[in-house]
């Protein structure tokens, strides 16, 4: 398998842009995570989707935020209208979810954003 | 809220040395606790994952260990090399949620 698959690798925008990232999870991983991670604030949440399905929103910062996942293949996360502040590198993370609760992450390559 | 805490924040060590970072967790009834490995500019790459059932685990030169009791999970670093050189972060899910909460990481140094 070639892991999770995130698009772009790198994006550069002007404020007020908007900016889509994309995730292929792991085939057969039925949870998928995002995360932004900055210096300031580590590693954090955004949104957590089991099935297709999202479970926990709780740590995406403002409106300006959405993701979806319409099906089990593919999931995007979108700003709009973008910030500076939202400059981070975003990851998306897939775990399966076998018999046996065992649920190791793992990450994608992460899109790395600069809003200017 | 699970809390996770690593100390140190960075470590800086001559090559050879054996190791342990640390990680502690507020949350006792933890699900799973992983290690995971993060190289300047790329993603994060597990490394070990202990079940709540479990003491520890080992792969190669790395053995991670975990105290539900005390909060504390920690990783040893065998014989280190130069190529250890990375952060390293530990991330627990506790009760029935499969969401992990981070640590802010341990960055290590290996110099020859």
């Known amino acids: 398998d070639a892991g999770v698959i995130q698009s772009p690798r790198h994006e550069v925008t002007e404020m007020g842009q908007e900016v889509t990232l994309r995730c292929k999870p792991i085939?057969?991983?039925?949870?998928l995570f995002w995360y932004r991670q900055t210096m300031m604030r580590g590693l954090e949440l955004l949104i957590y989707f089991n099935n297709n399905v999202p479970i926990d929103d709780s740590g995406m910062p403002e409106d300006r935020f959405s993701a979806k996942m319409p099906n089990a293949s593919f999931s995007t996360l979108k700003i709009q209208p973008s910030e500076p502040r939202d400059s981070a590198v975003y990851f998306c993370?897939?775990?399966?979810?076998?018999?046996?609760?065992?649920?190791?992450?793992?990450f994608g390559p992460g899109t790395r954003l600069t809003v200017t | 809220k699970q809390e996770v805490t690593q100390i140190p924040a960075a470590l800086s060590v001559p090559e050879g040395e054996n190791l342990v970072l640390n990680c502690s967790f507020t949350?006792?009834?933890?699900?799973?606790l992983q290690w995971f490995r993060q190289d300047p500019g790329k993603g994060l790459t597990s490394l070990l994952l202990i079940q709540s059932s479990q003491r520890e685990q080992t792969s190669g030169r790395l053995n991670a260990s975990l105290d539900k009791s005390s909060g504390r999970s920690t990783l040893y670093i065998a014989a280190s090399q130069p190529g250890d050189s990375a952060t390293y972060l530990c991330a627990g899910a506790s009760g029935g949620s499969y969401i992990p909460t981070f640590g802010r990481g341990t960055s290590l140094i290996v110099h020859p």
């Open positions: 949350d006792s009834a933890i699900y799973n």
């Open positions: 993370a897939s775990t399966p979810r076998g018999a046996a609760g065992v649920n190791e992450q793992y």
């Open positions: 085939s057969g991983h039925n949870s």
